[in-house]
């Protein structure tokens, strides 16, 4: 019966082992010809001062709608494309859309102080990265000290030398860098104060269970705290209660995300978010 019951259990397990392999394979076929289709596309989540609540910028986030399928989240689809070249492609994509879209905003008087893009960490130590960045500011005319580059703690644990001589090259155009995710690697915080970086992004998963996990708590104020003396701006992410924001003010946080403003928007319905947090432009001169 035993013996039974653990053939059963080897079954299921390949089963499932099989169902994963089959949709990482379809994924990885679908994902080659979805930037020549026109299957991706960018949402934009608004940031928000936690004082003020002021609108200080926005998070392009990639989507993808395979036709025929429903939609497929990057955090399945990205991890396959960054196993293979494709993404390359696919970031410098990315790149170059929201840095188009941010230009067009510009032009039709929505006048956001920053874009936020998350670069992988194959696509930053790929050869020509900086040079990409340079082919996507003059295509688009975007201005790059509006512009901050997202990048996780495994960029940096992969290759710390050229993430220094990347970042600081980029710095001096004017780029700005978040650290991403920050608190989920496994690195060391001694490369922190060696990087030329602006921003913690504080990972999602440490803010959900504000108020109730203690831990959880002390972690933010930790990383409030370093953060405080090292100089750099702390973004709460997957902020989603009123009761969270109130401990982020607490503790002098000066920036989130999170569905409690808003989810990730159509770059048509982030347009009217802004318009509805951005100061008003002055009637034109003629009207004065
Ligand atoms: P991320 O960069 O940390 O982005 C934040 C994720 O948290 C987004 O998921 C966003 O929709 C979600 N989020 C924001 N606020 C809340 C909230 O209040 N509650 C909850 N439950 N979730 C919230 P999304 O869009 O599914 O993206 C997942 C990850 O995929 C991103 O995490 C990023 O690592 C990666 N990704 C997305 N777009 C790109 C891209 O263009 N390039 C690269 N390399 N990675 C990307
Ligand atoms: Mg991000
Ligand atoms: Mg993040
Ligand atoms: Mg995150």
Redesign the pocket.
């Known amino acids: 019966q035993a013996k039974a019951a653990g053939r059963r259990t080897i079954k299921l397990f390949d089963a499932g082992m099989q169902r994963q392999a089959d949709r990482r394979l379809l994924i990885h076929n679908q994902l080659r010809h979805a930037l020549g289709n026109n299957e991706l596309l960018l949402h934009y989540?608004p940031q928000h001062m936690v004082d003020s609540g002021e609108l200080i910028g926005v998070?392009?986030?990639?989507r993808w709608h395979p036709p025929g399928h429903s939609m497929i989240?990057?955090?399945e689809f990205?991890p396959i494309a960054e196993e293979t070249d494709l993404i390359i492609d696919i970031?410098q994509w990315?790149l170059l859309e929201a840095c188009h879209q941010f230009v067009r905003w510009e032009e039709e008087g929505v006048r956001l102080p920053q874009l936020s893009?998350?670069?992988?960490a194959k696509?930053f130590h790929h050869q020509r990265f900086v040079e990409h960045i340079h082919e996507v500011l003059s295509a688009t005319g975007m201005e790059p000290s509006a512009l901050n580059l997202?990048i996780t703690e495994s960029v940096v644990l992969g290759n710390t030398e050229d993430a220094i001589h990347k970042m600081s090259e980029l710095k001096q155009l004017g780029i700005n860098f978040s650290i991403?995710?920050f608190g989920t690697g496994y690195s060391s915080l001694g490369y922190l104060k060696r990087l030329p970086v602006d921003e913690l992004k504080i990972d999602?998963s440490f803010i959900q269970d504000i108020p109730h996990d203690v831990s959880n708590m002390a972690i933010v104020e930790a990383v409030m705290a370093m953060a405080r003396h090292l100089g750099f701006n702390v973004t709460a992410?997957?902020?989603?209660t009123r009761q969270q924001l109130e401990f982020l003010r607490k503790q002098n946080c000066s920036f989130y995300?999170?569905?409690?403003a808003s989810?990730?928007l159509s770059a048509e319905h982030m347009q009217r978010y802004a318009l509805r947090y951005l100061p008003a432009e002055l009637p034109h001169e003629g009207t004065l």
């Open positions: 989540q998070e392009a986030l990639l989240s990057p955090a990205i970031g990315v893009v998350n670069v992988s696509q997202e991403d995710d999602r992410e997957g902020v989603e995300q999170g569905f409690l989810k990730p």
